[in-house]
């Protein structure tokens, strides 16, 4: 279970690093003014979908609704999402609701008088228990994030630090437990004038773990492969059919697991 939290930690956290603070459409790599999208899965064979996902968006590209239909559990979800902001257009607090229209999960945002935030409080409720996570964000002079810290309950569970090279790119990050006992770290590569990173090692609860990108002369990530610490070939996405915003239509997974992703974008005019 502690593996698994660390894991989806770790794909959180990267997302934060690379996108620092911004909106739902930088955190999901998507380009342009998206409205919806719409992603089907098949997972055995092109005529077999499994899987249907759609995502809907505000015109400040902030998630506003979620679709998700999976064929074969035969599972139908629905949230809603909607924001309060403050005087200076920075959402303060966002309301998910679930299928029946009642609040599920509370989040309050917090920054400082540069406008950089500090502090996300995630409210949740499990049956008739509540509680809460609460993400600190510490900023240099720069205004890079350099440190962040993970609370569940007030209780401190990770301290996460951040390095950066010369150009602002981020290079690395160590993550240490209530304990101070370090519990995973990345290290990130980057091509020669490029904001993407092309090679990023991690370790998470001991297992290491390589992920190489191909990127082509507009930066935009054509294939990523990722590798166990033997560097056995683990997992392949390869991403194709490219529309005129640079986003991708099409992702092949191949590896452990197979399937395959045709994504529809639709754009505000």
């Known amino acids: 279970m502690k593996e698994t939290f660390l894991a989806v930690l770790f794909l959180f956290s990267v997302q934060s690093i690379l996108a620092q603070v911004g909106n739902d459409l930088v955190s999901e790599d998507l380009k342009g003014k998206v409205k919806m999208v719409t992603e089907i899965q098949y997972c055995a064979g092109p005529n077999r979908p499994c ?17 998700h239909n999976d064929y074969m559990l035969k599972i139908d979800t629905r949230k809603y ?20 229209g009642i609040l599920i999960r ?12 500090t502090e ?14 609460k993400t600190e964000y510490v900023y240099d002079v720069r205004g890079y994030k350099v440190q962040e810290n993970n609370y569940t309950d007030n209780e401190l569970d990770i301290r ?23 519990t995973m770290f990345t290290g990130f590569n980057y091509l020669a004038g490029s904001l993407q990173w092309i090679n990023c090692e991690k370790q998470i609860a001991g297992t290491r773990t ?23 070939k683990q997992t392949t996405e390869s991403y194709s059919s490219f529309d005129k915003q640079g986003n991708w239509l099409k992702d092949i997974v191949k590896g452990i697991e197979n399937y395959m992703v045709i994504r529809k974008i639709e754009y505000y005019k």
């Open 210 to 232: 390589h992920i190489f990108r191909m990127i082509d002369t507009a930066d935009v990530v054509l294939e990523k492969t990722t590798y166990t610490s033997d560097y056995s």
């Open 120 to 133: 996300v409080a995630d409210h949740r409720s499990f049956g008739d228990k509540k509680v809460t996570y």
């Open 81 to 100: 999402l909607r924001y309060d902001t403050g005087i200076y257009g920075n959402n303060t607090r966002l309301n998910e609701f679930g299928d029946s």
């Open 160 to 182: 996460t630090d951040y390095s950066y090279d010369g150009k602002g790119r981020i290079s690395g990050t160590k993550s240490y437990d209530r304990n101070d006992t370090v």
């Open 106 to 117: 509370a989040i309050d945002y917090k920054y400082n008088s540069l406008n950089h935030l």
């Open 51 to 67: 899987m249907r996902t759609v995502d809907k968006y505000d015109s400040k590209g902030y998630l506003t609704e979620e679709i």
